[in-house]
């Protein structure tokens, strides 16, 4: 079969591939590592290659299902890291040279979890510095650039997974997502991308940016893929002390069913303050399509959505900083100045901002579980906008805020609770750009977000297309 083939394809049908012994992990990781190889100078989604290492997984792979010993859909399967997961002797830079050289001794636990999966790691993807940002560009390693129109950002802080992805440079990679740092990308790049309910997925070995707010989320070509990468990073972690105890569970068999009588919630509060045009006529249309599939779609308000957005920065402010103190004390030239001045705000934050803040947290717990009394799932645009220009996404100072915070202030309303939330596409502005589609859950119910998601995007054919390279 083509290399070009091979990677133009979902982790589903590679799986199914690799396991019909009609292609081989290695044939496979080629495919992709070549690809990367070209692509990597128009795209800049990685900051570390790991060739060697994915090819001596890959003829691992290759031997360990020849003998019969098959483990599962990823295995064999080519994966991007954002390079703030821990890889044992790869370094991992979270994007800063402050950690330019940094090389762990033990993985994380989800990049165990893949490898004990039988996934290969094709790199480290490039990323907005400790991820701390929406939009903007790491000037040390250089900013990724959308598959879809190179002068165009891929969003972020998990701007290069979303890159790799989209461009066919890898099938499956993981994100971070604070703020909306899985989603927003996702739906720059016209991606399927989950941020899991908090707790579900571990964060150990992770770089934090704010520990109370932190979710690790796959993002693929397809909701199908999101499932299969879940059944292997759900689980309880006794080394994240934020991981919740719950009982395994499989996010394929979600993917089974319909969703007549889905009771839908469109927020028509605070979300709709800022959206473009094109966005908002996708929106309607995905609200008709999964009405049309037996959803029933009606509008609410839902109270203090305007309150999330200082106590989520607030508590964020506050949790970086105190992540970074010790750090940014010692060596503030090397941190870019952007990310430095931030992180510096966070020692003039009042504590009683802070507590009131979580007060905040805890008043939406209570008006979240009211709306889903009555609501099965929530529907908002992923992003107000497509993806903005490289020279917008990089201003900086008064009114250069603008591409990063608003990229995320509705995929941030969901971080202060950790409600599941996924992006998927549901269309395409008139400059050829993905726009997306946010579905939301109540905690735990990551199988429903999934399960809803899958139905609304086999109806549709936006996730079917690439851009071309």
Same mark, same amino acid.
């Given at each position: ?15 199914q ?9 290695v044939?496979?990781a =080629?495919a ?10 128009r795209l800049?989604?990685f ?5 060697e290492?994915?090819l ?9 299902i ?6 599962g ?5 080519p994966v991007g890291?954002k390079d703030l997961?821990?890889?044992r002797?790869?370094?991992?830079t979270?994007g800063s040279?402050?950690?330019a050289g ?8 989800v ?8 996934a290969s790691?094709?790199?480290k993807?490039?990323?907005v510095e400790?991820?701390?940002?929406g939009? =903007? ?6 900013p990724p650039?959308?598959p879809w129109?190179?002068?165009r ?5 998990s701007?290069g997974?979303?890159?790799?992805v ?9 994100g #971070?997502? #604070?703020?909306g740092?899985?989603r ?8 399927s991308g989950l941020k899991?309910?908090?707790g ?6 992770v770089?934090?940016?704010?520990w109370?707010q /932190? ?8 909701v199908? /893929?999101?499932a299969i990468a879940m059944n292997v990073l759900?689980?309880?972690d006794?080394r ?5 105890r719950?009982?395994p569970? /499989?996010y394929?068999a979600a993917l089974?069913g319909?969703v007549?009588?889905l009771?839908?919630?469109?927020p028509?509060?605070?979300v709709?303050?800022v959206? =473009?045009?094109e966005?908002k006529?996708?929106? =309607?249309k995905?609200?008709?399509?999964l009405?049309e599939l037996g959803a029933?779609?009606d509008d609410?308000?839902i ?12 508590i964020?402010?506050a949790e970086?900083t ?10 503030p030239?090397?941190y870019?100045?952007?990310?430095r ?5 966070g ?7 802070y507590?009131?803040?979580l ?5 939406m717990?209570?008006?979240f579980?009211?709306v ?7 529907? #908002?645009?992923?992003t107000?906008s497509?993806?903005p220009?490289?020279e917008?996404?990089?201003?900086r100072g008064?009114?250069?805020e603008?591409?990063?915070r608003?990229?995320v ?12 939330a996924?992006?998927v596409?549901?269309?395409f ?7 997306g589609?946010q579905?939301?859950?109540r905690?735990? /119910? ?6 809803a998601?899958h139905v ?8 079917t297309r690439?851009?071309?390279?």
């Amino acid at each position: 079969m083509a290399d070009a083939a091979l990677t133009t394809m979902t982790v589903a049908a590679l799986g199914q591939l690799i396991r019909d012994a009609r292609v081989s992990p290695v044939e496979v990781a =080629e495919a992709f590592l070549d690809r990367i190889e070209v692509l990597q100078p128009r795209l800049n989604a990685f900051i570390t290659v790991m060739r060697e290492q994915a090819l001596a997984a890959a003829r691992q792979a290759e031997a360990e299902i020849a003998s019969g010993r098959y483990r599962g859909p990823l295995h064999g399967i080519p994966v991007g890291l954002k390079d703030l997961f821990w890889t044992r002797g790869v370094r991992t830079t979270s994007g800063s040279a402050v950690t330019a050289g940094f090389v762990p001794d033990e993985d994380a636990t989800v990049v165990s979890r893949l490898a004990e999966a039988g996934a290969s790691f094709a790199g480290k993807t490039n990323m907005v510095e400790y991820a701390y940002g929406g939009a =903007e560009h790491n000037d040390l390693y250089g900013p990724p650039r959308n598959p879809w129109a190179l002068d165009r950002a891929t969003g972020g802080s998990s701007s290069g997974s979303a890159a790799a992805v989209a461009s066919g440079q890898v099938p499956l990679a993981l994100g #971070t997502d #604070t703020a909306g740092s899985v989603r927003a990308p996702a739906s720059l790049c016209g991606l399927s991308g989950l941020k899991p309910t908090y707790g579900l997925v571990s964060r150990f070995g992770v770089t934090p940016l704010s520990w109370s707010q /932190d979710h690790v989320g796959p993002m693929a070509h397809t909701v199908e /893929d999101v499932a299969i990468a879940m059944n292997v990073l759900a689980g309880y972690d006794p080394r994240d002390p934020g991981s919740a105890r719950r009982e395994p569970q /499989d996010y394929t068999a979600a993917l089974d069913g319909d969703v007549k009588g889905l009771r839908v919630g469109v927020p028509r509060n605070y979300v709709w303050d800022v959206m =473009e045009p094109e966005v908002k006529v996708a929106f =309607e249309k995905a609200m008709a399509q999964l009405g049309e599939l037996g959803a029933q779609v009606d509008d609410l308000e839902i109270p203090g959505l305007d309150t999330i957005w200082a106590a989520q920065m607030t508590i964020s402010s506050a949790e970086a900083t105190t992540y970074h103190a010790e750090r940014i004390r010692a060596q503030p030239e090397l941190y870019h100045p952007t990310v430095r001045k931030r992180i510096e705000a966070g020692f003039f934050q009042p504590a009683h901002a802070y507590v009131q803040s979580l007060r905040v947290r805890n008043a939406m717990a209570s008006t979240f579980d009211d709306v889903f009394g009555r609501f099965d799932l929530l529907a #908002t645009p992923t992003t107000p906008s497509p993806a903005p220009l490289l020279e917008e996404a990089a201003k900086r100072g008064p009114g250069g805020e603008v591409s990063s915070r608003q990229l995320v202030r509705i995929t941030r309303l969901f971080n202060l609770n950790g409600l599941p939330a996924i992006s998927v596409p549901c269309g395409f502005s008139s400059e050829g750009l993905p726009i997306g589609l946010q579905l939301v859950g109540r905690r735990f /119910d990551d199988a429903g977000v999934i399960h809803a998601a899958h139905v609304y995007q086999t109806a549709t054919d936006w996730h079917t297309r690439r851009p071309a390279l």
